[in-house]
């Protein structure tokens, strides 16, 4: 990949240029639109089903050429910096800036294409004749076309990304037809309402301002200007559309996904959420106390742009005490019946608790205090029972 793109640079009178502007523009292509409003006037039209379908397909193909270019661009640059004494006569100006950019660019891309082309399961016509809806065949019907431009590109990310049918894997293994479906679609019929205003007439244009409108619905862009890496409110976009994701896709896939984030006390948290369904609960005992730490950095007056104040439900932010948040913790392994996680929780709810009445924190009154121990003591009580460890009870 790199001697090919250093191959076509070299027909370039100034190839430091060209790379430059080839990375910057790239920057600038994920976040070039803003979002339309959700709102149902004259000058922009929602999408139906039908039109998201299409808008996906056509975002999976688009962010697959420009992860392949980003990625063939971030090679050439570390051949360029790994033999710089032999390239020195080629002017690439900040070569660390460029370089920067480059993998940032290439980090967006990849978080992209990986989006665009998960599936979120798949559905035989056997199963989908027990569907009244389905009862007339009309799946079945589809499970023929092909939505491939052309026979050899099976393997293209747009045949991952289909809306429903994927016609080169027709078979399940009772013999009958197979319908993947899209998790981008999916995002973003739950989510999003895509809007396109069609000014132009083209069709072509119009699949382009939807495909853009995906990437502003997404955020992954948010805040590129073209000459910075991406910023905090890039990255924050990623966390936020990772807690859609832990709600509606299956764990296997979230876990992936969060895989791309840096390791934060949002990411932390949502990583437990995560494990908990993938029942390795140690794991998500684990992850839910180092998100704690939070609590801690705020008490030194330290803020993370991607803190745990994005992703906790409103009634533990509400409240704002890290108390508060170890006993939402303890709840949701109570829902899992995991009754020593339930106990090592209530503990950490206590004891930040008698933390906070030693701050004097102005927000817990002695009678609330009191009343809250009860119930902590309660509740670890009850999860001693569960274990059968009377003693401890």
Wanted: aromatic share 10%; net charge negative.
């Amino acid at each position: 990949h790199a001697k090919h793109a250093a191959r076509l640079l070299g027909l370039c009178q100034t190839p430091g240029d060209t790379i430059n502007y080839l990375v910057q523009e790239l920057a600038r292509s994920a976040g070039a639109a803003p979002l339309l409003p959700d709102v149902d006037n004259s000058r922009s039209f929602k999408s139906s089903a039908s039109m998201v379908g299409l808008f996906a397909s056509a975002f999976a193909i688009t962010t697959n050429a420009r992860f392949e270019l980003s990625r063939d661009i971030t090679l050439l640059l570390i051949c360029i910096v790994h033999h710089y004494e032999a390239m020195k006569a080629v002017d690439i100006g900040d070569i660390p800036l460029v370089l920067s950019t480059s993998l940032s660019v290439f980090n967006l891309f990849a978080v992209s294409q990986w989006v665009a082309s998960q599936s979120i399961g798949a559905l035989s016509d056997d199963s989908a004749t027990e569907d009244p809806v389905s009862v007339d065949g009309f799946l079945r019907k589809f499970s023929v076309l092909n939505i491939n431009r052309r026979r050899d590109s099976v393997d293209s990310v747009a045949s991952k990304s289909a809306t429903t049918a994927v016609a080169e894997q027709p078979v399940s293994a009772a013999g009958g037809n197979v319908f993947v479906y899209s998790l981008l679609h999916d995002i973003l019929s739950r989510n999003y309402a895509i809007r396109f205003t069609g000014l132009s007439g083209s069709f072509s244009d119009m699949i382009t301002e939807g495909m853009l409108q995906i990437y502003a619905a997404l955020g992954f862009a948010a805040g590129w200007t073209g000459d910075q890496s991406v910023d905090a409110e890039s990255q924050l976009s990623l966390v936020l559309f990772a807690a859609k994701l832990e709600k509606v896709a299956p764990p296997e896939l979230t876990e992936s996904f969060l895989r791309h984030l840096p390791r934060t006390t949002a990411s932390c948290y949502l990583n437990g959420l995560v494990s908990l369904r993938l029942r390795d609960y140690a794991g998500a005992g684990d992850f839910f106390a180092n998100a704690g730490v939070f609590y801690g950095q705020l008490s030194e007056g330290v803020r993370d742009n991607l803190d745990l104040y994005y992703v906790l439900p409103k009634t533990v932010i509400d409240v704002g005490l890290a108390a508060s948040y170890y006993e939402h913790v303890s709840e949701l392994f109570e829902a899992a019946r995991q009754f020593s996680q339930v106990s090592r929780f209530g503990h950490l709810a206590l004891q930040a608790l008698e933390e906070d009445a030693e701050l004097n924190t102005p927000d817990l009154a002695d009678n609330a205090q009191c009343k809250w121990q009860q119930k902590l003591w309660f509740k670890i009580f009850y999860a001693e029972l569960e274990r059968n460890s009377f003693e401890q009870a």
